[in-house]
């Protein structure tokens, strides 16, 4: 809820996963949301649709859909606890195409017994793709919770895999 008077601005992008919900304030991108899912969200009735104002997003999430684009530089504002800030900061450095577990993830925190809660952060990233929650996955190497659904994880991951070996469009050598 905006206890301020705050200007937050929003916008729709279609991509191959269904469309994305962009929202923004002045100091940059808030919150990405996915069309279905779990924490699906609907523009709120103070919020303003505008384009513009997302196109620096919007530029940079369809270059990651086309392949064109393994890292974000945008200005983010993501809005959490200082735990789940520090989890999300993480993530932004998990290299493009890779994946780590939720234990690997808290080790790199410096809070390796918090396993459980860097789970929790990690799944109230409000930048999902931008700070790629979906890199991360379990100890066994299964794919975990996903705010998009696993399907979405999955394609994700398997898109990073194929632009990782030159294979966009799934036919390798």
């Known amino acids: 809820m905006n206890t301020t008077n705050e200007t937050i601005w929003y916008d729709n992008l279609p991509t191959p996963i269904g469309n994305l919900m962009l929202v923004a304030d002045a100091q940059g991108l808030r919150e990405v949301w996915f069309e279905t899912g779990r924490h699906k969200q609907e523009p709120q009735p103070h919020w303003q649709h505008e384009p513009e104002k997302l ?44 994946t780590i577990s939720y234990g690997e993830l808290a080790r790199r925190i410096e809070q390796p017994q918090a396993v459980r809660a860097v789970g929790a952060a990690n799944g109230r990233n409000p930048l999902p793709i931008v700070l790629p ?18 399907p979405t994880k999955r394609f994700l991951l398997a898109l990073e895999d194929r632009v990782r070996h030159g294979d966009l469009f799934g036919q390798r050598a």
């Open 55 to 98: 196109a620096f997003a919007r530029k940079q999430l369809e270059q990651y859909f086309a392949g064109e684009r393994q890292h974000f530089d945008l200005p983010m504002h993501p809005i959490g606890t200082p735990f789940q800030v520090t989890v999300w900061h993480a993530l932004s450095k998990i290299p493009y195409g890779a």
């Open 133 to 150: 929650c979906h890199r991360v996955i379990g100890s066994d190497g299964s794919l975990t919770g996903f705010g998009g659904g696993l």
